[in-house]
């Protein structure tokens, strides 16, 4: 009634997963941690993002001013073109957002007068990346 032992258990089990800075049990504790420590996205309100590539799921976080926007390439494949519309900004203020996992920063975008950035770009995501970005607003 049991399974045999998977042959590669002496690379793929915790132990060696929790030592490897770049495992998937290492990206769990990441995540985990990240969202322990912020509201946002502990408890923040969830919002889908319009999005003109429907290989990109987007979604914002946000608790009180502190707005979190999650992308999530769904695809075999690297997305270098896609808009997401982002509102509630300074009227004819500046977008940008700065990755919580890593050192990536995003491309930047520009408010309409009515605080609307339509078609944001932030950046190419490859094939199944998620990348979650910490809103950072300038007013014009």
């Keep these: 009634p049991w399974k045999p ?10 132990q060696t997963q929790q030592e490897i800075e770049d495992s998937l049990w290492s990206r769990y504790r ?4 990240l969202r ?5 996205l502990s408890r923040g309100t969830v919002e889908l993002l319009a999005c003109d ?23 075999g494949d ?7 519309t982002i509102d509630g900004l300074p009227e004819k203020g500046r977008l940008g957002g700065v990755s919580l996992l890593g050192d990536r ?3 930047m975008g520009r408010a309409d ?9 932030p950046t ?12 950072q607003t300038e007013e014009r």
């Design 124 to 135: 190419v995501l490859r094939a199944s990346e998620a990348l979650v970005l910490r809103l």
């Design 36 to 40: 322990n420590q912020t509201p946002a």
């Design 5 to 14: 032992v998977n042959p590669d258990t002496r690379w793929v089990n915790v």
């Design 30 to 33: 990441d995540l985990i941690k």
């Design 53 to 75: 590539d429907a290989r990109i799921l987007a979604y914002e976080r946000r608790e009180g001013d502190d707005r979190i926007v999650v992308l999530v390439n769904v695809s």
């Design 113 to 121: 007068g009515a605080g609307v950035v339509r078609r944001w770009r």
């Design 105 to 107: 920063r995003s491309g």
């Design 78 to 84: 690297t997305v270098n073109r896609y808009g997401v």
